[in-house]
């Protein structure tokens, strides 16, 4: 029963054409756990982010974001694609731009995974994976972390 179960979830990941996406257009705010995977620091670090997502296409979103992390007490903004692979499944991938607290700045990039858990007609939440990666002073530090996000969205869909 579970390899029938598996076997149909892989098969849906393969056959895009056949779900819809629900790209939005909507406004919210992140919380997020992120961890170092540097070899100087391991610590678990906490951010929150203002989030936003403007719906090109209907599985294709642009993600800009704003956000407050704790690694090296830095501000970020990143402006992502964001693609929906399946109903509620989606990746993203961009460039972000970093300034710390000892005002050094700097060029990353950043690639998550996520899964929208709920999808009302004016809010939606979701959670995901993500991993960046920057140069910070000479070491290259790769960070993942989970993200929860809760949405609201401009007009019902």
């Known amino acids: ?9 892989f098969g849906s990941l393969l056959c895009p ?3 819809f996406g629900q790209a939005r257009s909507s406004l919210g705010f992140a919380l997020g756990a992120n961890q170092t995977l540097n070899q100087y620091d391991h ?8 989030v936003g997502n403007v719906r090109i296409f209907n599985k294709l979103a642009v993600e800009p974001s704003l956000g407050i992390h704790e690694v090296n007490d830095y501000v970020s903004a990143r402006l992502s694609a964001k693609y929906y692979v399946a109903n509620r499944v989606f990746i ?6 970093w300034v710390g607290s000892d005002i050094r700045t700097g060029l ?3 690639a998550s995974a996520g899964y929208r858990v709920f999808n009302k007609p004016k809010r939606n939440f979701e959670v995901s994976v993500h991993g960046n990666f920057a ?3 000479y070491n290259s530090t790769p960070v993942i ?8 969205s401009f007009r019902e869909m």
């Open 17 to 19: 054409n056949i779900v």
């Open 43 to 50: 610590t678990l670090n906490a951010s929150i982010a203002l």
């Open 92 to 97: 993203t991938a961009g460039p972000f731009f």
């Open 145 to 152: 972390g989970f993200r929860a996000a809760y949405n609201f």
């Open 1 to 9: 029963m579970i390899r029938i179960l598996m076997l149909c979830l």
């Open 108 to 110: 990353g990039t950043t």
């Open 135 to 137: 140069r910070y002073i």
